[in-house]
């Protein structure tokens, strides 16, 4: 017997009393309901827009200031030691910023805990939340999109979005040994106040109101999608194919032959995607996957290029005009394009693979959430390949060597652009994590070079084993949040092989490796 069997006994006997113990042996919370409000309000009152004033034109399409968000939540404190605070993660970043914000706990307004810059909001309670005991804390705030930084949040007098994860409030754990805390209420509503006539995507299960037109509610379990609100004065055409039903919501008439096309293309996408990374939804055992559509959505405000990117197509060959860049939004199952790419074509070869760049991003961005440090290796990265995977199924092996070309040629065009100084042994080229990229030369170069990862790995692993690896990591991630570890960790599982070097050499500031080079040059 090793010396090391005592402590792997003592460690096993833990973990079973652990798992079978029913009294709490640290700190902790259940979220046992969330109600959240949404509606567009005005910037010189903080007032909610009543219907009337808002018109109804298609061209009223002037961002508004604010959208107002209203949070409920219910705690109960399930843990071993009354806690004198929580800390919560508030809106903040690139895209979006919060005005007007108030907190209550108990129906008494309260003032959070200054604290340094991007920390949690601390939530100081006046007397000690003790064990059993539950709190009612509501939020109130105003989203702004933030000048410059990106989009995922915008309205107008046609309707407003919130595309961004980071637009609710997320509660952080206590700190403590054994800390437990729910990620997502037991039970949400989400309640979108909009004018008449208005359509409204959200997550969950639509709720039909009584006595009101303006106002929508949806049951939001934590199965379901995180919170996102698209809504609109929309003409919806839906449109079936032989893979998936496509819905668009537009404010203009759609020509018919166009939409057809665009609906084709991107219901054979998803299910590619679906092939490649997983079912969307987790069916249990026995049940049948529902049927669901792609939506491809308007937006009723101009997208500035998201965090700086300046892609029109994911896998172009050259660096775009950034003057006629195009830009979108993913939302889950869905799209939202800009006037931009509607006016270029919806049947215009790069309209049809930003949209599938986004589309990709159901799977690794809402069902599996990305830690920050991954951004464009599991988001970025993987949906440029995603895109290479749809248009090799589409066109066959030829089309595989030209996207692999493609993006080559992208990673050394961005990569000369961005004029770093280099030396002998550190060449000119950028790390897929953990660093953020800081310039648009930066992400875009390193998202090719991403990319590019997911071609090799695939290789290695085989196209079996490497579906097999997403479709797990989608599976076992849903709701949850992934990074370079649990993408290795899925990928070694399926193939039985170690990938630590390969993940060694890519993810490091080390140029394309020279053997995948020589397999991938033009004849």
Not at 220 to 233: H, K, L, M, S, W
Not at 392 to 415: H, K, M, N, Q, V
Request: some cysteine.
């Amino acid at each position: 017997m090793s010396a090391r069997t005592p402590i792997r006994c003592t460690i096993l006997l833990l973990v079973a009393f652990l798992a079978g113990c029913t009294v709490p042996i640290g700190p902790g919370f259940k979220h046992t309901s969330r109600d959240d409000a949404i509606g567009e309000v005005s910037a010189a009152s903080s007032a909610v827009t009543p219907p009337e004033a808002v018109s109804s034109a298609p061209a009223a399409r002037t961002p508004a200031a604010y959208i107002h968000v209203h949070v409920s939540d219910e705690l109960v404190n399930i843990g071993n030691s009354a806690l004198s605070y929580l800390d919560v993660s508030l809106p903040a970043g690139n895209s979006v910023r919060v005005a007007n914000l108030i907190f209550r706990v108990n129906g008494q307004q309260i003032e959070a805990v200054a604290r340094n810059p991007g920390a949690p909001e601390r939530i100081p309670f006046e007397k000690p939340w003790k064990p059993g005991d539950a709190h009612t804390i509501v939020f109130d705030y105003d989203l702004q999109p933030n000048p410059g930084g990106g989009a995922a949040v915008a309205a107008s007098a046609a309707g407003f979005y919130i595309t961004d994860l980071a637009a609710f409030p997320h509660w952080q754990p206590p700190i403590g040994a054994f800390a437990k805390a729910d990620v997502r209420a037991a039970q949400e509503t989400f309640e979108v106040s909009v004018p008449p006539g208005f359509l409204v995507l959200a997550p969950g299960k639509e709720v039909v109101p009584a006595g009101t037109t303006a106002q929508l509610q949806f049951r939001v379990t934590p199965t379901d999608f995180p919170p996102f609100a698209i809504a609109g004065r929309y003409r919806e055409r839906t449109t079936t194919t032989k893979n998936a039903g496509v819905v668009f919501w537009t404010f203009d008439p759609l020509d018919a032959a166009a939409a057809q096309q665009a609906a084709d293309r991107l219901a054979a996408t998803s299910a590619e995607y679906e092939r490649l990374f997983g079912p969307l939804y987790n069916v249990p055992r026995g049940k049948v996957a529902v049927p669901w559509s792609v939506h491809v959505v308007e937006a009723p405000a101009p997208i500035p290029p998201l965090d700086s990117q300046i892609v029109v197509s994911p896998v172009a060959a050259s660096q775009p005009d950034p003057a006629a860049a195009l830009s979108a939004l993913s939302f889950p199952q869905g799209i939202l394009l800009d006037q931009r790419a509607f006016a270029r074509g919806l049947t215009s070869e790069p309209v049809l693979e930003l949209a599938e760049y986004e589309l990709a991003q159901s799977w690794f961005g809402w069902r599996v959430q990305v830690v920050p440090a991954a951004q464009y290796l599991l988001r970025d990265g993987l949906a440029r390949f995603a895109v290479l995977a749809a248009a090799e199924a589409r066109d066959g092996e030829p089309a595989r060597r030209r996207a692999i070309a493609a993006l080559i040629a992208t990673f050394e065009s961005y990569r000369a652009a961005a004029h770093l100084t280099t030396s002998p042994s550190v060449p000119a080229n950028f790390p897929i994590v953990p660093l953020i990229p800081r310039t648009p030369e930066e992400r875009a170069a390193g998202a090719a070079k991403a990319a590019l990862f997911f071609v090799a790995l695939e290789e290695l692993a085989g196209k079996q084993n490497f579906s097999l690896a997403l479709h797990r990591l989608v599976q076992n991630m849903a709701g949850r949040s992934a990074g370079e570890a649990d993408l290795r960790s899925a990928m070694e599982a399926a193939s039985g092989r170690n990938l630590a070097a390969m993940f060694r050499t890519w993810l490091s500031p080390a140029d394309i490796p020279a053997d995948f080079r020589a397999r991938h040059r033009a004849p």
